[in-house]
């Protein structure tokens, strides 16, 4: 490879993934491809449809690079809509890449299109990491763009693996202490919720 392919290689965008599963917690992942791992943080909707470890995987890409200091970050999706609302979320001043996976991580899509369709500041405010301000600034500017609400009302759940202990870890990985984490999932009244399901609970509550 010349030094001319290598420099377009290097300063590309990586728009998806498709490799091994090698790492995975609710709230990020490491893929193998070709062996070599690429960290990518993903929100607990795109861990629910996760294959086993080990087993091939097929990521859509969000590839941020830090305008101030040139780092880079991946944020994967397991699906269009995913990643298309994510976009949708970074768009809007003060909502960065990490924030807009913990948004997506607190709602299911189809809640938080709702909504922002409603103009339900209060719902959305409610969520990890959104203010008033934000909330005001998400439906102005989001409110064309999403669509019409479908009657579901409220901030709603898809599914996801029962396990307490990746709900406890997806809580540290979004901001909690280790033993707030712990407390805050045993609080939980329905212990055979869905990953998704407690750390919902756990964020509004």
């Given at each position: 490879m010349n030094s001319g392919a290598a420099s377009w290689y290097f300063g590309g965008v990586i728009t998806h993934l498709h490799g091994q599963l090698a790492e995975t917690s609710p709230t990020r992942i490491v893929v193998d491809c070709h062996g070599v791992g690429y960290e990518v943080f993903i929100p607990v909707s795109s861990y629910a449809k996760l294959p086993a470890v080990g087993a091939?995987?097929?990521l859509l890409i969000h590839h941020h690079v830090n305008g101030?200091?040139?780092?880079?970050?991946l944020f994967g999706f397991a699906t269009p809509e995913e990643r298309e609302m994510f976009l949708l979320l970074i768009s809007i001043s003060g909502i960065g890449p990490k924030l807009g996976c913990n948004i997506l991580s607190s709602s299911s899509i189809t809640g938080l299109r709702n909504a922002i369709a409603a103009g339900?500041?209060?719902?959305?405010s409610s969520l990890r990491g959104i203010g008033k301000k934000t909330a005001e600034r998400l439906v102005v500017e989001l409110k064309d763009k999403v669509g019409e609400a479908t009657g579901v009302t409220g901030i709603t759940s898809v599914t996801s693996n029962p396990k307490l202990a990746d709900a406890a870890a997806a809580l540290v990985s979004l901001g909690y202490k280790p033993a707030d984490a712990q407390?805050?999932?045993a609080a939980i009244a329905d212990k055979n919720a869905t990953v998704e399901e407690l750390v919902r609970a756990a964020l509004r509550g």
């Open positions: 091939e995987v097929k101030q200091d040139g780092t880079q970050q339900d500041t209060k719902t959305l407390k805050a999932i």
